[in-house]
């Protein structure tokens, strides 16, 4: 790459990290309840990256290499005869669109953590919710996963994917999800990238036809059940971040 070219992209990212995270979602707004983009308070995050998928948008950051959020728009008719996908023998990979330095990377989630713990990749946006072939494959990117522990991967949080799919196979509109990890105050780091590993996920469920929502809650640990969901304005307490437009009812 000539030095020109890499001026030229450096340049952009600057730009684009400048923007308000309203702005730069411009070509998936549609993907958010009433185009309504979270506003991040202050230092809540730094150096963020808004990333559009064909059927989900990222809030990516750039400090923990994980999503802050994903957001997703879905209704009945996306799983109506869809077909069942297979994911091929090693689909995931590095997300081109974020600086180098930025991106978690495949060897990230090839290490363990100091104690020997090996971590799964765990999907933010399910690859189970992209009913087409091209969103099922964007799925896999790096930029969608979060360092999971295996237990509670593939035990309850699956559980809870599999459930809020079943609910909006039953809704009569459009239903949004809204997932993202949680850190802890000292979070342990994978891999020579040091992806943050999250202390727990959550997942906010909304169904905008009537004006409802809750959210999941699951530790990421190897003892996590699934529990009760909790109240939108629990969640935000917990995560000091508001979502939603408006006051859903609960």
Partial sequence: MSQMLRAGLAAAWLALASLPVQAAFDGCRALFPQGHVPQLPPG???????????RFAILYSATSKTPVYAVERLDRHDFEDAPRRKRGRNPFYEEARLPRAERATLDDYRATLPGGQRMDRGHVVPAGDMTEARGFAQSFSLANMV???????????NRIEQDTRRYIRRARG???????PVFGPRPARLGPGQVWVPEAM???VYDAAGNRAWA???????????????????????????LLPGVPQD
């Fill in 44 to 54: 809540f995050v730094h150096a963020t990256r808004p990333l559009c998928f064909d």
């Fill in 216 to 242: 999941h809650w699951l530790p990421n640990s190897a003892d996590a059940q699934v529990q009760r969901p909790i109240s939108y304005e629990a969640l935000t307490r917990r995560i000091g971040l508001r």
């Fill in 202 to 204: 959550f997942k906010l």
């Fill in 174 to 180: 459009d239903v949004y999800v809204i997932t993202g």
């Fill in 147 to 157: 360092p999971q522990v295996p237990a509670a991967n593939q035990g309850p949080w």
